[in-house]
């Protein structure tokens, strides 16, 4: 029997419901993307109305995901949509601080 909640709906109970608990959070896409691996995906990009999702061409045909952590809104549209559930949302602070940390190690 269905319980008439639609997929939406059930996303809904695990993401931001108000925009000043959006702008706390933003998305971060992991290494289980598949664009990278050669398979064409970009659903997350299709779906998010900020842009904040573009792709980069790699060699061999192959793209990543680049997303922009200041034109995310952490609305959390492109979690639903990946087919292998490489997006989650962070706290805006700890995905920022790991960005600036990774950029200092790069160029340490
Ligand atoms: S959380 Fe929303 S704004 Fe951020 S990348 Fe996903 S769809 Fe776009
Ligand atoms: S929806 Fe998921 S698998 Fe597809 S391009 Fe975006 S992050 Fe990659």
Redesign the pocket.
């Known amino acids: 029997m269905s319980s008439g909640l639609s997929r939406r709906a059930v996303l809904r109970a695990f993401v931001p419901a108000s925009p000043e608990e959006t702008l706390v959070r933003v998305a971060s ?1 992991g290494a289980s ?3 990278a691996k050669g398979v064409s ?5 299709e779906v998010c109305d900020e842009n904040a ?1 573009r792709f980069v061409p790699l060699a061999g045909g192959r793209a990543a ?1 680049v997303l922009n952590p200041t034109m995310c809104s952490g609305c959390g549209e ?1 979690l639903a ?4 559930s ?2 989650t949302l962070l706290a805006r602070d700890t995905a920022l601080l790991a960005r600036e940390t990774a950029r200092l190690e790069t160029h340490a």
Not at 81 to 84: E, F, I, L, N, S
């Open positions: 896409i993307c598949v664009e995906c970009r659903r997350c990009g999702i995901p492109c949509p990946c087919p292998v490489a997006i």
